[in-house]
């Protein structure tokens, strides 16, 4: 039997402990230690502009905040090694494409993702045009940097790699695997808690009423 190949996930930040401390739990942990994921965090500050470890600058035209500089993310890119068409490039920001499980069942096809994490005000538009594959959001409102949007694509994607979940079968029918259908609602025991009563269909063991009403009742 074949090997399922590990997903390497890098990501650029200020901040490695946020990420570490999410991808050694749980499935993401267990895939680590499987084999089948790879997340390393790296300290942008370690490609700083300067022995005093900056990696922003005002903005040019003025504003509010600081900016992101270019540099660092391309020092690090590169040192790196970061390429191929196995590669993708990924920087999460509030201006990017909306994330959905369609880019996750995309990304899950490349073999290493990186991810360039911003802070303060933002990131030189060069980081997003020069350097990254695409730009990614997770969603309509603004956060204090980019560490969360990559820890939900990281997850999102490191799932349905081969071997992650331990059924297969628990990809089929959830949420959006179709990109469209939210799951059917699920019940377990106890049968009846107070007055909430698990509906009689489920348990009838009648497998064709209860597709029909699992059908029925995905939104």
Not at 39 to 49: C, E, F, Q, S, Y
Not at 50 to 57: I, P, Q, R, Y
Not at 175 to 183: I, L, M, N, P, R
Request: charged share 30%; glycine share 8%.
């Amino acid at each position: 039997m074949a090997k399922n190949k590990t997903l390497k996930v890098d990501v650029l930040t200020l901040f490695p402990e946020m990420i570490d401390a999410y991808c050694n739990a749980s499935i993401l942990g267990r895939a680590q230690k499987s084999k089948l994921l790879q997340v390393k965090a790296h300290d942008l500050r370690r490609w700083a502009i300067d022995k005093h470890g900056h990696v922003d600058d005002r903005p040019f035209g003025g504003g509010a905040g600081m900016v992101m500089r270019v540099e660092p993310f391309y020092k690090a890119l590169k040192q790196l090694k970061v390429s191929g068409a196995k590669t993708r490039v990924i920087l999460t920001s509030a201006k990017g494409k909306l994330f959905t499980q369609k880019d996750a069942q995309r990304l899950a096809k490349y073999d290493r993702l990186v991810f360039l994490c911003g802070r303060y005000e933002g990131v030189d538009e060069r980081v997003a045009t020069k350097l990254a594959d695409e730009e990614l959001s997770i969603g309509p409102y603004v956060m204090t940097g980019g560490e969360l949007a990559a820890l939900v694509v990281t997850d999102a994607v490191a799932r349905l790699r081969p071997g992650v979940l331990g059924q297969k079968a628990s990809l089929d029918e959830e949420s959006w695997s179709d990109g469209v259908t939210k799951e059917y609602p699920q019940y377990t025991r106890p049968e009846v808690f107070g007055k909430w009563k698990v509906p009689a269909v489920l348990l009838s063991g009648d497998h064709k009423k209860i597709a029909e009403w699992r059908k029925k009742n995905q939104k």
